[in-house]
């Protein structure tokens, strides 16, 4: 039995041994979480609506979550796209429930130049089929990609409150720039909480 409104969980990565990690990948788990395994904690817990978030240890690999998005419908997800990902195959993914895509790079490195043709065309594209861009982001990294996407128009999920681990913290210009873009609208920061067993 669901709880009144409807509970939505915003953020959940479902794998299995079977998934092949990306050669990049930061680390490598032993063990599944499959597609059964999320919708039995979504049912136990009363919650209604699940979002399936894009895992970069597996890189553009969306096989899996395309699955899962057409074996339950109360699914949604964040998938991870080559930016050259044509409109077409952004909406053909939007009518199979992908409502996000999730960019992520190392720590330290610099994010790639949104200005560039590419990365424009790509978020316009975005923008025009109403998918959102999930940044897993440094606070660096946010400081320098959320001005950017904001002129385009696409709505954005921050991951992790911005990952706020960074030496100025709340002083420092990703989460000032973070601020600034909620305040623009179109932007929205999330937590990560785990259900209780």
Same mark, same amino acid.
């Given at each position: 039995?669901?709880?009144?409104?409807?509970?939505?969980?915003?953020?959940?990565?479902?794998?299995?041994?079977?998934?092949?990690?990306?050669?990049?990948?930061?680390?490598?788990?032993?063990?599944?979480?499959?597609?059964?395994?999320?919708?039995?904690?979504?049912?136990?817990?009363?919650?209604?609506?699940?979002?399936?978030?894009?895992?970069?240890?597996?890189?553009?690999?969306?096989?899996?979550?395309?699955?899962?998005?057409?074996?339950?419908?109360?699914?949604?997800?964040?998938?991870?796209?080559?930016?050259?990902?044509?409109?077409?195959?952004?909406?053909?993914?939007?009518?199979?429930?992908? /409502?996000? $895509?999730?960019?992520?790079?190392? @720590?330290? %490195? =610099?994010?790639?130049?949104? &200005?560039?043709?590419?990365?424009?065309?790509?978020?316009?594209?975005?923008?025009?089929c109403g998918v959102h861009v999930q940044l897993n982001a440094s606070?660096?990294?946010?400081?320098?990609?959320?001005?950017?996407?904001?002129?385009?128009?696409?709505? /954005?999920? $921050?991951?992790?409150?911005?990952? @706020?681990? %960074? =030496?100025?913290?709340?002083? &420092?210009?990703?989460?000032?720039?973070?601020?600034?873009?909620?305040?623009?609208?179109?932007?929205?920061?999330?937590?990560?909480?785990?259900?209780?067993?």
């Amino acid at each position: 039995m669901f709880i009144e409104p409807p509970i939505v969980d915003a953020h959940a990565h479902i794998m299995t041994r079977r998934m092949p990690f990306h050669p990049e990948a930061w680390t490598r788990p032993d063990y599944e979480y499959s597609a059964e395994d999320y919708i039995a904690d979504l049912d136990k817990h009363g919650v209604a609506f699940g979002v399936i978030a894009a895992a970069s240890l597996y890189g553009d690999y969306n096989d899996y979550t395309l699955w899962a998005l057409s074996a339950y419908k109360r699914l949604r997800a964040t998938v991870v796209l080559d930016p050259s990902a044509s409109a077409r195959e952004l909406q053909a993914l939007r009518d199979q429930g992908v /409502v996000g $895509v999730r960019m992520q790079w190392k @720590l330290g %490195a =610099p994010p790639p130049d949104f &200005g560039d043709f590419l990365h424009k065309s790509f978020i316009n594209r975005l923008a025009d089929c109403g998918v959102h861009v999930q940044l897993n982001a440094s606070a660096d990294q946010l400081a320098h990609v959320l001005p950017v996407l904001q002129e385009h128009g696409v709505a /954005v999920v $921050v991951d992790h409150f911005g990952l @706020l681990r %960074a =030496p100025d913290g709340m002083e &420092g210009e990703g989460y000032k720039a973070t601020c600034r873009a909620i305040e623009k609208g179109r932007t929205w920061v999330k937590n990560i909480r785990r259900l209780p067993a």
